[in-house]
Every structure is written in C-alpha cells, then in structure tokens.
C-alpha cells in the first residue's frame, strides 16, 4: 500500500507519526528515537515549534479549527507536514529553509508531487490555512502530553 494511502487511513498521532519517520529514514537515511509530543493553546499564528529536547509540540486550538473545516485526508496531509517539518528540526537541521526544501524533498518522494502534503511543503501552510472557516483563538491553556507517539527506543549501548 502507497505511503499515500496509509497517510488517508490514519486516524491518531501515532499513525501519522510513524510515516513521517519511515519516510524521512528512507528518503534521508537519518531518524531519532524518543520524540515526544505536546498540544497546546497557542495563537492560530503559531502551527508549531520544536523544542531540543526532542519535543514537538503542536498548536491545539489550530488542530481543533483545522479539524472542524478539513477532511480528514486534508486534515492528515496538514499533520503530516507539520510534524515532517518539526522532526526535521528535532534531527538537528536549524534553518527553516532547509527543512522547507527537505520536507519538499520527501514529500514529493514519498507522496507525490500533487499531494496536499507536498503542496503545503512547496507553497507554505497557507495552502490549508485558507480553509478555515474561522481564525480561532486559544481556549483554554496548559499542555496536554500525547503518550506513546514514539515508541522507538535506543538500545543505551548503540
């Protein structure tokens, strides 16, 4: 089954989670173990962000508009792109422009050049963004942990 595919059937983080790593170990032979996720409450300017400790954390109140206005394979290629874009950043690459043209890489690899994934990684996140039928504002607050969205683990003699 097409990397494609399995992206429109995932239905939780994980799913979603374990192609963008399968697909960045293939198409550039590079992974990490031991990525953790959060959500939170943040500005709907904000998508996303990375922290050093492997960390990604993902705006809910985004994730909750994006999810009331997208299919879910709309909604799907959006997670998958902004998680692709912020475990590249976890993989050590620092510059926005490298992880847009590396993203673009293995989107267009992996999905093909004409899936919305591959589009937001080309033409930016304003490509689903636009779908919104409200621009929303945070909530609530606190950090909600998604467990287990990672469940590769390093052998500590590797």
Do not use: W
Not at 24 to 34: K, Q, T
Not at 77 to 102: K, N, Q, R
Not at 119 to 140: C, F, N, T
């Amino acid at each position: 089954m097409s990397v494609a595919r399995r992206l429109s059937e995932c239905t939780d983080f994980r799913c979603v989670f374990r192609l963008v790593k399968q697909c960045v170990r293939e198409v550039l032979g590079r992974e990490r173990a031991g990525v953790s996720l959060a959500l939170v409450e943040l500005p709907a300017s904000i998508a996303a962000a990375s922290m050093p400790d492997g960390t990604i954390i993902l705006n809910r109140t985004l994730l909750r508009a994006l999810g009331e206005s997208l299919s879910r394979v709309e909604f799907n290629a959006y997670l998958f792109y902004v998680l692709l874009h912020e475990y590249l950043h976890t993989l050590g690459y620092v510059s926005d422009e490298v992880v847009e043209e590396l993203a673009a890489e293995v989107c267009s690899e992996k999905l093909g050049r004409n899936h919305l994934s591959t589009k937001i990684a080309v033409d930016g996140l304003r490509v689903v963004l636009a779908k919104l039928r409200r621009i929303p504002s945070p909530s609530g607050s606190g950090v909600e942990v998604v467990l287990g969205i990672d469940s590769e683990v390093m052998d500590y003699y590797s």
